[in-house]
């Protein structure tokens, strides 16, 4: 039964497995076995490679040596239920809200490194490089094509959202991306603006409206506070 569990992971068919189990001396089914989960951990390991380099993280950043203490959760929703990814199984999206420096950025990262390492693709984007990937995508005519790629990761990270203004086209686009994950894949998108000043962004009230009503239909807002990390370990005094 171990040789047959650990076969089916290796895309050999359970038949043939089961067969050759059957026939197997002692010593062949733990070589079996060996060998089989050998290349099932070699496979997971590139997966895992490649699903990180895709992300296209400007830095790995891990969950290890966090500090949590500046982050405000919701009542109903803790550290626990954040780090074991379960928003990803709902489609479900966050909201990291705070002032610059205080880590939200470095948790959005490190959540997309820990779903690459737990096999689910996940994309980074600052605001504006989205934009513009998008906008190149339309201006060469495919779209389509690179929203339907976007779309094929279950975590798409927005980060600095606000810290730039968007033209009307930019954010057209940009509703079009948060517009098409709703209940399909989660979205963190990072912030130091409150909701009631994203239409700023947009240039446009309703789009915003919008765009809010789907986030926080099944989303979450974690609050950061405290004194910007770079600053209090700033050399220059």
């Known amino acids: 039964t171990d040789v047959i569990d650990a076969g089916r992971h290796t895309g050999i068919s359970h038949t043939v497995v089961a067969e050759a189990a059957a026939k197997a001396t002692p010593k062949q089914r733990q070589l079996l076995h060996d060998l089989f989960t050998a290349e099932h951990a070699s496979r997971a390991h590139q997966r895992r490679t490649r699903l990180l380099k895709a992300a296209k993280l400007p830095t790995l950043k891990t969950l290890d040596g966090y500090d949590w203490t500046n982050i405000k959760f919701p009542t109903d929703y803790g550290r626990t ?21 205080c880590g939200k950025t470095h948790l959005a990262i490190a959540l997309a490194a820990h779903a690459c390492h737990r096999g689910i693709p996940a994309r980074f984007f600052t605001t504006a490089s989205l934009v513009t990937h998008l906008r190149r995508a339309a201006d060469q005519g495919r779209l389509d094509k690179e929203l339907a790629l976007l779309g094929k990761n279950k975590l798409l990270i927005i980060d600095e959202f606000g810290y730039l203004p968007i033209d009307t086209e930019g954010a057209r686009l940009l509703f079009q991306v948060i517009a098409d994950a709703y209940e399909k894949r989660s979205l963190i998108l990072t912030t130091n603006l409150e909701f009631a000043r994203w239409g700023t962004v947009f240039g446009d009230d309703n789009m915003a409206a919008a765009i809010i009503d789907r986030i926080v239909h099944h989303g979450r807002l974690l609050h950061f506070t405290g004194q910007s990390y770079r600053v209090k370990n700033a050399l220059m005094r």
Do not use: A, I, Q
Request: avoid cysteine.
């Open 81 to 101: 239920r954040l780090t074991d990814l379960e928003f990803l199984t709902t489609g479900s999206d966050l909201v990291f809200y705070g002032d610059v420096g």
